[in-house]
């Protein structure tokens, strides 16, 4: 089968991203342009468009319309994704030599970036949740100790990156972290791929938004958590931390030179639409019924996990006995297809069309999920292994370009990893170039390869 073949595939229900579920909740004028003569949209930089670096043109016209109405000093689309525009941020923020400290929970993209301009990562452990197998959000004094830990005269740490919400959508109180960092002069980029529409609801007892929350550099996945087309995403800037000259360069150099007219066209759209008040009432409704749909199935016993995205429905599986890549593999089956399953949860992302029917098809299947499954009363995460604050052994950039021996991940304990081990989704590295397999991050490892046995059969560069 070709893949055009396989695109025009009809599930039951899909609750993955991209959020605009397959069409349905897409901007009115995105739909009005795909319905035209096919590829006819199909345009170049032309000077009426611009690119999202171009002082005029619509593109420029804009990114500074939608900086304006957010209190921005200026934001830029991007066309792949939000990685893209993660590693721009990252490149004008610190130099090579320089350090970042991060989360424990970062995107994948973020550790690229480090080992390909040697940023040194200084990593702060995260609470971690037996339970859930899921990192919970910072509080104020759990950053505080990790401030407290950090040796500010042997690192020079030129910024901060907070990811937030995390993937399952867990948020903590972001404008106190952001000012917690600033009163130390340190810039923050907030993570924000899965938080977006949190930018137009502030109405509706949501996170406070990163932008509000004066961080100094915000992303936004435009496919993730507003109604964009795959690999659309958007930068904002704000504050005198950060030098507009490197962000423009960094962009500049990590951005094709021929960025799609369709997906420039759909992050400028997504946005546009949020901003009518009529589509704005509609999709808020649809949060609402998120809301709703949480409460649903709450009252019908099923275990779900709340956090702060009502757009997630988190169930965990383990409560009865099944992890939650069986519980998947179960209800792909069945036409219900979800986002993302791990030991022990599985989350199904709602998007932003009309998911009435989701509680009472969820329902039916869970019942039948449980009389034809087997039990496991084993299912258990480990507590994850990592120190409050923690820097590779060696520096990643020289680690992850050492000339390295591939060994099966088993022989691997007490060697110094060349390679990042990585489980997508969520795209969260468990392992990273520079990193000792000590004998608890083996296990922990291990652990989390239980239900996922890609994870470790693999053959794994050590130095
Ligand atoms: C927290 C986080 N940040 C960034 C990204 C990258 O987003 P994109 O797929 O738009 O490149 C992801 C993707 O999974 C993510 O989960």
């Excluded at 990252?90 to 424990?104: H, Q």
């Excluded at 690229?112 to 702060?124: D, E, H, S, V």
């Amino acid at each position: 089968m070709s893949i055009s073949s396989y695109l025009t595939k009809k599930f039951l229900k899909s609750l993955f991203f991209p959020a605009h579920n397959r069409g349905e909740a897409l901007p009115r004028k995105l739909i009005k342009l795909l319905k035209i003569s096919p590829g006819f949209w199909d345009l170049p930089e032309l000077p009426e468009i611009g690119s999202p670096l171009s002082q005029n043109g619509l593109i420029a016209k804009s990114q500074r319309e939608f900086s304006d109405k957010f209190g921005a000093k200026g934001c830029f689309f991007g066309v792949n994704g939000a990685s893209g525009l993660i590693q721009s941020a990252i490149i004008a923020m610190a130099n090579p030599g320089d350090t970042i400290l991060m989360p424990r929970n970062v995107h994948i993209s973020v550790i690229k970036t480090c080992a390909m301009q040697n940023i040194n990562p200084i990593f702060f452990d995260l609470e971690f949740s037996l339970e859930t197998g899921h990192y919970k959000p910072i509080t104020k004094i759990w950053f505080k100790n990790v401030f407290e830990k950090l040796n500010f005269d042997e690192n020079k740490i030129a910024g901060v990156i907070i990811v937030s919400p995390s993937y399952h959508g867990y948020a903590g109180d972001l404008e106190h972290l952001i000012n917690f960092c600033h009163q130390k002069n340190l810039p923050v980029l907030v993570d924000e791929a899965h938080g977006s529409y949190f930018l137009f609801c502030e109405n509706l007892d949501l996170p406070k938004p990163a932008l509000s929350s004066n961080a100094d550099l915000v992303v936004h996945s435009l496919h993730k958590s507003l109604n964009g087309l795959t690999q659309t995403a958007v930068l904002w800037y704000k504050g005198n931390l950060i030098n507009e000259r490197n962000l423009i360069r960094s962009i500049n150099s990590l951005q094709t030179t021929s960025p799609s007219s369709l997906l420039l066209s759909s992050c400028e759209e997504s946005i546009h639409d949020w901003l009518n008040k009529k589509s704005l009432s509609k999709y808020q409704k649809r949060i609402l019924e998120a809301k709703s749909i949480y409460k649903k199935l709450i009252k019908k016993n099923i275990p779900l996990i709340e956090t702060q995205d009502p757009l997630k429905i988190i169930v965990n599986t383990s409560k009865v006995g099944i992890d939650g890549f069986t519980a998947d593999k179960f209800f792909y089956r069945n036409g219900l297809i979800a986002e993302l399953p791990e030991m022990m949860t599985l989350t199904f992302c709602l998007g932003f069309a009309n998911q009435k029917d989701f509680p009472n098809l969820f329902e039916k299947l869970w019942k039948k999920l449980l009389l034809k499954s087997k039990k496991s009363k084993s299912l258990e995460v480990l507590q994850s292994p990592f120190k409050l604050v923690q820097a590779p052994e060696i520096e990643i950039g020289i680690a992850w370009r050492s000339e390295t021996r591939n060994i099966p991940f088993s022989q691997s304990l007490n060697k110094i990893s060349g390679d990042i081990i990585c489980p997508y989704p969520p795209g969260i590295p468990l392992l990273v170039p520079g990193e000792r397999i000590d004998i608890d991050r083996f296990n922990w490892i291990n652990n989390q390869s239980l239900c996922n046995k890609d994870l470790v059969n693999f053959n794994i560069g050590v130095i």
